[in-house]
Nanobody, 117 residues
């Protein structure tokens, strides 16, 4: 079992940056791929980025080129640095963990990101 807790969301102006963090608990963090997905009002959840235990990354189209995912296996933490944020990036951002990069077995509770002036 993996328990995920996100932090770092909030209100940011267009063009601004945010760094999301996700702390994982449980004894199986390292072998798991970690990631971030998001869900905007009225839209389906979509992949933002994911990172394998060895460091391989994938990015969804939504924040590609404007985001960087990283992980610290010693701290059981995954990060998402988001830059040049736009109002359409407003969504609930969820931390995820899965056996593979494209598989999600666990979800966090989510953190709200609002991009508005």
């Amino acid at each position: 079992q993996v328990h995920l807790v996100e932090s770092g969301g909030g209100l940011v102006q267009p063009g601004g940056s945010l760094r999301l963090s996700c702390a994982a608990s449980g004894s199986i963090f390292s072998p798991y791929a970690m990631g971030w997905s998001r869900q905007a009002p009225g839209k389906e959840r979509e992949l933002v980025a994911a990172i394998a235990s060895g460091g391989t990354t994938i990015y969804g189209d939504s924040l590609k080129g404007r985001s960087t995912i990283s992980r610290d296996n010693t701290q059981n933490t995954v990060y998402l640095q988001m830059n040049s944020l736009k109002p359409e990036d407003t969504a609930v951002y969820y931390c995820t963990a899965g056996r593979f990069l494209t598989v999600v077995d666990y979800w966090g509770q989510g953190t709200q990101v609002t991009v508005s002036s």
